[in-house]
C-alpha cells in the first residue's frame, strides 16, 4: 500500500512557558509531588517544541506565566477554539481554576470579539477533551468534562459533537487517549482501552482506518501529539507509533518532554491551536 500523500499547513499555537512549572499537589495519576521538577530543563524541553513549530512555519503565540498557576505550561486546557469562536473553559479542580479567566482575557487583549469568546456554563477542560476534525468534534468524559459541557460546544460552534467515554483514570483527557493526525481528513489514532465498550464502537464506526496504538505507546503518552497535516510531533519514547506514522505518509519527530510528563502532559498538552 502506497503512503497517502500528505502536506502541512500552517497552524498557529498559544503556548505558555513553564517558568513556574513544579507538581506540588495531585490531580491525576501522573502527578508525585515527592519527584521533584529539574525546572531549567524542564523550560529548556519546551522551548525545543516550541522551536520546532516555528522551524516548520508555524505561528506561535505566548501566555504569560502565573507564578500562582504552576500547570498553565498545559495551555491546550485552556480554551477550544473552532472558526475563531472561543469557547473558555470551566476546570474541575480548583488548583487549575484561576488559568480560565488568563485565558479569556489573553483573547480579549489580542482581538477576539466579545461576542466570539464565550464563558461556559458547564465544566470542560479546552482542547484536554475536545478534538476537531473535518466533519466533528470529538468530546471526552468521566474524568474532568462534564457531558453537559458536549452540548454546550456544539450550540456554540454549530457543528455535531460526538461524546465519548473516558474509562482509564492514566488517560484522564481525551488528548492522552487520541490524536487529530489529519483534521481535513477526519483521520485519527487512538487507544481502544481508553475507552468505554460503546465509544470503542463509535470510534471503530467513525474512524475504521485509524492508527491503532499499543498500550507501550499509550502509556509513554504517545498519542499526547500535534500534527499538522504532514508533521506528528510526539514523545520520542513512543517508538512503537513512528513507523506506522511513517506508513500512512506521515514524518514523526520525536519531542522529549520528560520534565513536563511529571504533569501528566506533553506535547498536545502544552499546544492550544487558534484555529481560524
Not at 49 to 54: A, C, F, G
Not at 224 to 235: I, Q, Y
Request: aromatic residues 8%; charged residues 20%.
Amino acid at each position: 500500500m502506497r503512503p497517502t500523500p500528505r502536506t502541512s499547513s500552517p497552524r498557529r499555537y498559544l503556548m505558555c512557558p513553564p517558568a513556574h512549572f513544579s507538581v506540588t499537589y495531585s490531580i491525576n495519576p501522573w502527578m508525585d509531588p515527592t519527584k521533584p521538577v529539574d525546572l531549567p530543563l524542564a523550560l529548556a524541553q519546551w522551548e525545543d517544541l516550541r522551536d520546532r513549530y516555528r522551524a516548520l512555519g508555524h505561528t506561535v503565540e505566548l501566555l504569560t506565566p502565573d507564578p500562582a498557576l504552576p500547570d498553565m505550561v498545559f495551555a491546550a486546557n485552556g480554551a477550544t477554539v473552532v472558526g475563531g469562536r472561543v469557547l473558555g473553559a470551566r476546570f474541575a479542580h480548583a488548583e487549575r481554576s484561576d488559568e480560565a479567566a488568563a485565558h479569556l482575557s489573553w483573547f480579549r487583549r489580542n482581538g477576539w470579539p466579545e461576542e466570539a469568546v464565550r464563558l461556559p456554563e458547564h465544566v470542560n477542560e479546552g482542547e484536554g477533551d475536545f478534538a476537531v476534525t473535518a466533519s466533528w468534534i470529538l468530546a471526552g468524559r468521566g474524568f474532568r468534562s462534564s457531558p453537559l459541557a458536549h452540548g454546550e460546544a456544539q450550540e456554540f460552534f454549530g457543528r455535531p459533537v460526538i461524546g465519548l467515554e473516558l474509562v482509564d483514570p492514566r488517560y484522564y483527557h481525551l488528548d492522552t487517549a487520541l490524536c487529530v493526525l489529519d483534521d481535513a481528513r477526519d483521520e485519527v489514532m487512538y487507544y481502544p482501552a481508553a475507552f468505554s465498550p460503546g465509544s470503542r464502537a463509535v470510534l471503530a464506526r467513525l474512524f475504521p482506518d485509524a492508527l491503532i496504538a499499543t498500550e507501550e505507546d499509550a502509556a509513554a503518552l504517545g498519542l499526547n501529539a500535534v500534527s499538522d497535516g504532514l508533521h506528528v510531533l510526539l514523545p520520542q519514547a513512543a517508538v512503537g507509533l513512528f513507523e506506522p506514522l511513517r506508513q500512512r505518509g506521515f514524518e514523526p519527530v520525536g519531542m522529549d518532554l520528560g520534565e513536563l510528563l511529571k504533569g501528566g502532559g506533553s506535547v498536545k498538552c502544552c499546544t492550544q491551536e487558534l484555529r481560524p
